[in-house]
């Protein structure tokens, strides 16, 4: 087990920015990759950004480039998304989740453990 606990949602007006925190318990965070994900009401939950476990490698969905960036402090035991430029669209929960199989996979399927979730809220 992987515990995950999500921080930092909140609400914002278009055009803001939210840090949201991922802390993980235990001592092979630092061997898993990281992912964000979330999920907006009525609709499936989707991949956001993903970094392996050294952080050499980060994806991110397209709708997100250039706004956001994920990145990981493996002596904190904890990953970052940060994001600007919030638009009303990201509106939704969103969930880190650890995938003990190291890549920077898209895929819900791939990740073991997940978070609670923290809700982000972005006001037009």
């Known amino acids: 087990q992987v515990p995950l606990v999500e921080s930092g949602g909140g609400l914002v007006q278009a055009g803001g920015s939210l840090r949201l925190s991922c802390a993980a318990s235990?001592?092979?965070?630092?061997?898993?990759?990281m992912g964000w994900f979330r999920q907006a009401p009525g609709k499936e939950r989707e991949f956001v950004a993903a970094i392996s476990w050294s952080g050499g490698s980060i994806r991110y969905t397209d709708s997100v480039k250039g706004r956001f960036t994920i990145s990981r402090d493996n002596a904190k035991n904890t990953v970052y998304l940060i994001m600007n430029n919030l638009k009303p669209e990201d509106t939704a929960v969103y969930y880190c989740?650890?995938?003990?199989?190291?890549?920077?996979?898209?895929?819900?399927?791939?990740?073991?453990?997940w978070g609670q979730g923290t809700q982000v809220t972005v006001s037009s």
């Open positions: 989740a650890a995938s003990p199989w190291g890549g920077t996979t898209r895929a819900p399927t791939e990740y073991a453990y």
């Open positions: 235990g001592r092979t965070f630092s061997t898993y990759a």
